[in-house]
């Protein structure tokens, strides 16, 4: 009986001290799993700040395309009425709007 006594408290210590080993382990793994998820947060915020920064230099880039075209535009315009001008004074044609209409 005593040696029954002795085993069954040698397999409740082997029972508790195997309980404090897997307590520990799953303790690591969610402090690993927190750490990976720290990292997996921290590199989400990096490529959305990145996606925001392209984004940026996209809509930048388009802009000053714009104001290119809209110069480009503008210059042609000036052009065409100097061209205008110059037909006018030629033919010597009063500019529009100078009466005698």
């Avoid at 720290?38 to 940026?56: D, F, N, P, S, Y």
């Avoid at 290119?68 to 709007?97: F, T």
């Amino acid at each position: 009986r005593d040696a029954r006594l002795r085993l069954a408290a040698d397999m409740e210590a082997r029972q508790a001290k195997l309980e404090s080993l897997e307590r520990e382990e799953q303790l690591k793994r969610h402090r690993r799993s927190s750490k990976d998820q720290k990292q997996l947060e921290g590199q989400e915020r990096a490529r959305c700040l990145l996606a925001i920064e392209v984004a940026t230099r996209k809509a930048e880039t388009k802009i000053v395309e714009r104001e290119e075209r809209l110069e480009r535009h503008k210059q042609s315009l000036e052009h065409q009425e100097q061209q205008k001008a110059q037909e006018r004074a030629r033919h010597q044609l009063p500019p529009p709007g100078a009466g005698g209409e």
